[in-house]
T-cell receptor, first 112, second 111 residues
Protein backbone atom coordinates (compact mmCIF):
# COMPACT_ATOMS: atom_id res chain seq x y z
CA UNK A 1 0.00 0.00 0.00
CA UNK A 2 1.80 3.08 -1.25
CA UNK A 3 -1.02 5.49 -0.45
CA UNK A 4 -2.75 7.98 -2.69
CA UNK A 5 -0.39 9.88 -4.97
CA UNK A 6 -0.98 13.08 -6.90
CA UNK A 7 0.96 14.68 -9.69
CA UNK A 8 2.17 17.34 -9.98
CA UNK A 9 2.57 18.58 -6.42
CA UNK A 10 2.75 22.18 -7.55
CA UNK A 11 1.57 23.91 -10.70
CA UNK A 12 1.95 27.55 -11.66
CA UNK A 13 0.06 28.62 -14.75
CA UNK A 14 -1.03 31.79 -16.44
CA UNK A 15 -4.64 32.81 -16.57
CA UNK A 16 -6.40 31.29 -19.54
CA UNK A 17 -4.20 28.20 -19.77
CA UNK A 18 -5.47 24.65 -19.31
CA UNK A 19 -4.10 22.40 -16.59
CA UNK A 20 -4.51 18.71 -15.83
CA UNK A 21 -3.87 16.93 -12.55
CA UNK A 22 -3.52 13.23 -11.97
CA UNK A 23 -4.49 11.11 -8.98
CA UNK A 24 -3.49 7.50 -8.39
CA UNK A 25 -5.65 5.93 -5.68
CA UNK A 26 -4.86 3.02 -3.42
CA UNK A 27 -5.11 0.05 -5.75
CA UNK A 28 -7.97 -1.85 -4.12
CA UNK A 29 -10.13 1.25 -3.60
CA UNK A 30 -13.13 1.51 -5.90
CA UNK A 31 -14.13 5.08 -4.93
CA UNK A 32 -12.20 8.21 -5.78
CA UNK A 33 -12.97 11.77 -4.69
CA UNK A 34 -11.77 15.24 -5.67
CA UNK A 35 -11.83 18.19 -3.28
CA UNK A 36 -10.60 21.77 -3.44
CA UNK A 37 -9.17 23.58 -0.43
CA UNK A 38 -8.33 27.26 -0.11
CA UNK A 39 -6.27 28.82 2.66
CA UNK A 40 -7.99 28.78 6.03
CA UNK A 41 -10.91 26.69 4.81
CA UNK A 42 -11.84 23.06 4.90
CA UNK A 43 -11.87 20.94 1.74
CA UNK A 44 -14.85 21.44 -0.56
CA UNK A 45 -16.26 18.45 -2.39
CA UNK A 46 -15.99 18.61 -6.18
CA UNK A 47 -16.87 15.17 -7.55
CA UNK A 48 -16.54 11.47 -6.93
CA UNK A 49 -16.35 8.21 -8.84
CA UNK A 50 -17.29 4.66 -8.10
CA UNK A 51 -15.10 2.61 -10.38
CA UNK A 52 -15.25 4.48 -13.70
CA UNK A 53 -18.68 6.05 -13.13
CA UNK A 54 -18.84 9.68 -12.04
CA UNK A 55 -21.66 9.61 -9.50
CA UNK A 56 -21.93 13.23 -8.43
CA UNK A 57 -20.60 16.65 -9.36
CA UNK A 58 -20.74 19.64 -7.07
CA UNK A 59 -22.23 22.90 -8.28
CA UNK A 60 -18.73 24.26 -7.65
CA UNK A 61 -17.59 22.29 -10.66
CA UNK A 62 -18.22 24.70 -13.50
CA UNK A 63 -18.19 23.73 -17.16
CA UNK A 64 -14.47 24.53 -17.22
CA UNK A 65 -13.80 21.57 -14.95
CA UNK A 66 -13.87 17.98 -16.09
CA UNK A 67 -12.84 14.80 -14.36
CA UNK A 68 -12.37 11.32 -15.68
CA UNK A 69 -11.49 7.95 -14.31
CA UNK A 70 -10.92 5.63 -17.24
CA UNK A 71 -10.96 1.94 -16.40
CA UNK A 72 -11.66 2.77 -12.77
CA UNK A 73 -8.03 3.27 -11.90
CA UNK A 74 -6.28 6.66 -11.90
CA UNK A 75 -8.24 9.87 -12.35
CA UNK A 76 -7.55 13.19 -14.03
CA UNK A 77 -8.99 16.60 -13.24
CA UNK A 78 -8.74 19.17 -16.01
CA UNK A 79 -9.38 22.87 -15.65
CA UNK A 80 -9.79 24.80 -18.89
CA UNK A 81 -9.23 28.52 -19.27
CA UNK A 82 -7.95 28.89 -15.72
CA UNK A 83 -8.92 31.92 -13.66
CA UNK A 84 -7.20 33.40 -10.62
CA UNK A 85 -10.06 32.15 -8.47
CA UNK A 86 -9.05 28.59 -9.36
CA UNK A 87 -5.88 28.97 -7.25
CA UNK A 88 -6.20 26.39 -4.49
CA UNK A 89 -5.01 23.03 -3.26
CA UNK A 90 -6.69 20.19 -5.16
CA UNK A 91 -6.99 17.09 -3.04
CA UNK A 92 -7.74 13.58 -4.15
CA UNK A 93 -8.94 10.81 -1.85
CA UNK A 94 -9.89 7.18 -2.28
CA UNK A 95 -11.85 4.65 -0.28
CA UNK A 96 -13.10 1.10 -0.46
CA UNK A 97 -16.86 1.51 -0.69
CA UNK A 98 -17.95 3.99 2.00
CA UNK A 99 -15.15 3.23 4.42
CA UNK A 100 -12.70 5.91 5.50
CA UNK A 101 -11.16 8.12 2.86
CA UNK A 102 -7.40 8.25 2.38
CA UNK A 103 -6.15 11.56 1.08
CA UNK A 104 -3.25 12.32 -1.19
CA UNK A 105 -0.77 15.15 -0.61
CA UNK A 106 -2.59 17.48 -2.99
CA UNK A 107 -1.68 19.58 -6.01
CA UNK A 108 -1.21 23.25 -5.27
CA UNK A 109 -2.35 25.36 -8.22
CA UNK A 110 -1.33 28.99 -8.58
CA UNK A 111 -2.89 30.98 -11.40
CA UNK A 112 -1.03 34.20 -12.19
CA UNK B 1 -20.88 25.79 1.25
CA UNK B 2 -19.36 24.43 4.48
CA UNK B 3 -21.62 22.13 6.44
CA UNK B 4 -19.68 22.10 9.67
CA UNK B 5 -18.59 25.05 11.73
CA UNK B 6 -15.90 24.32 14.28
CA UNK B 7 -15.54 26.37 17.43
CA UNK B 8 -13.10 27.63 18.66
CA UNK B 9 -11.09 28.38 15.59
CA UNK B 10 -7.67 28.40 17.25
CA UNK B 11 -6.45 26.78 20.44
CA UNK B 12 -3.06 26.91 22.11
CA UNK B 13 -2.36 24.52 24.99
CA UNK B 14 0.51 23.07 26.98
CA UNK B 15 1.63 19.52 26.36
CA UNK B 16 -0.27 17.16 28.64
CA UNK B 17 -3.44 19.27 28.74
CA UNK B 18 -6.70 18.27 27.11
CA UNK B 19 -8.00 19.98 23.98
CA UNK B 20 -11.69 20.23 23.15
CA UNK B 21 -13.17 21.51 19.91
CA UNK B 22 -16.74 21.69 18.72
CA UNK B 23 -18.54 21.38 15.45
CA UNK B 24 -22.10 22.29 14.51
CA UNK B 25 -23.94 21.39 11.35
CA UNK B 26 -27.20 22.33 9.70
CA UNK B 27 -28.83 19.30 8.08
CA UNK B 28 -29.52 15.74 9.18
CA UNK B 29 -26.60 13.34 8.84
CA UNK B 30 -25.81 9.66 8.47
CA UNK B 31 -22.44 10.06 10.19
CA UNK B 32 -19.87 12.64 11.21
CA UNK B 33 -16.13 12.26 10.86
CA UNK B 34 -13.12 14.08 12.26
CA UNK B 35 -9.93 14.62 10.28
CA UNK B 36 -6.53 16.02 11.15
CA UNK B 37 -4.35 17.97 8.74
CA UNK B 38 -0.76 18.98 9.17
CA UNK B 39 1.99 19.79 6.75
CA UNK B 40 3.79 16.54 7.35
CA UNK B 41 1.05 13.96 6.81
CA UNK B 42 -1.70 15.78 4.95
CA UNK B 43 -5.34 15.04 5.78
CA UNK B 44 -5.85 11.96 7.93
CA UNK B 45 -9.07 10.32 9.09
CA UNK B 46 -9.33 10.13 12.89
CA UNK B 47 -12.74 8.80 13.87
CA UNK B 48 -16.28 8.29 12.60
CA UNK B 49 -19.44 8.46 14.68
CA UNK B 50 -22.80 7.38 13.29
CA UNK B 51 -26.01 9.28 13.83
CA UNK B 52 -27.35 6.61 16.22
CA UNK B 53 -24.23 6.81 18.42
CA UNK B 54 -23.70 9.35 21.19
CA UNK B 55 -20.05 8.81 22.11
CA UNK B 56 -17.06 7.05 20.68
CA UNK B 57 -13.48 6.57 21.81
CA UNK B 58 -10.29 5.85 19.93
CA UNK B 59 -7.05 5.96 21.90
CA UNK B 60 -6.72 9.50 23.28
CA UNK B 61 -9.68 10.72 21.23
CA UNK B 62 -13.24 11.02 22.46
CA UNK B 63 -16.02 12.15 20.16
CA UNK B 64 -19.57 13.00 21.16
CA UNK B 65 -22.55 13.60 18.93
CA UNK B 66 -25.79 15.36 19.82
CA UNK B 67 -28.13 15.09 16.85
CA UNK B 68 -30.83 17.11 18.60
CA UNK B 69 -28.44 20.07 18.79
CA UNK B 70 -26.72 19.16 15.53
CA UNK B 71 -23.33 19.35 17.20
CA UNK B 72 -20.26 17.24 17.90
CA UNK B 73 -17.19 17.63 20.04
CA UNK B 74 -13.71 16.17 19.78
CA UNK B 75 -11.62 15.79 22.92
CA UNK B 76 -7.93 15.01 22.74
CA UNK B 77 -6.59 13.93 26.12
CA UNK B 78 -2.99 14.27 27.32
CA UNK B 79 -2.00 16.28 24.26
CA UNK B 80 1.42 15.93 22.65
CA UNK B 81 3.43 18.26 20.47
CA UNK B 82 2.69 15.92 17.57
CA UNK B 83 -1.03 16.74 17.95
CA UNK B 84 -0.32 20.24 16.59
CA UNK B 85 -2.51 20.39 13.49
CA UNK B 86 -5.78 21.63 12.05
CA UNK B 87 -8.81 19.51 12.94
CA UNK B 88 -11.86 19.33 10.68
CA UNK B 89 -15.24 17.81 11.17
CA UNK B 90 -16.97 16.45 8.08
CA UNK B 91 -20.57 15.35 7.74
CA UNK B 92 -21.96 12.61 5.53
CA UNK B 93 -25.64 13.27 4.99
CA UNK B 94 -26.64 10.10 3.12
CA UNK B 95 -24.05 7.48 4.01
CA UNK B 96 -22.48 7.73 0.56
CA UNK B 97 -19.18 9.18 1.82
CA UNK B 98 -19.78 12.51 0.09
CA UNK B 99 -18.32 14.70 2.83
CA UNK B 100 -18.98 18.32 3.73
CA UNK B 101 -16.10 19.74 5.76
CA UNK B 102 -16.10 22.53 8.31
CA UNK B 103 -13.59 25.37 8.41
CA UNK B 104 -11.29 23.68 10.90
CA UNK B 105 -9.75 24.27 14.30
CA UNK B 106 -6.06 25.07 14.55
CA UNK B 107 -4.52 23.44 17.62
CA UNK B 108 -1.01 24.26 18.81
CA UNK B 109 0.48 22.10 21.55
CA UNK B 110 3.41 23.77 23.27
CA UNK B 111 6.08 21.35 24.51
Amino acid sequence: DTGVSQDPRHKITKRGQNVTFRCDPISEHNRLYWYRQTLGQGPEFLTYFQNEAQLEKSRLLSDRFSAERPKGSFSTLEIQRTEQGDSAMYLCASSFETYEQYFGPGTRLTVT
Amino acid sequence: SQQGEEDPQALSIQEGENATMNCSYKTSINNLQWYRQNSGRGLVHLILIRSNEREKHSGRLRVTLDTSKKSSSLLITASRAADTASYFCATDAYGNNRLAFGKGNQVVVIP
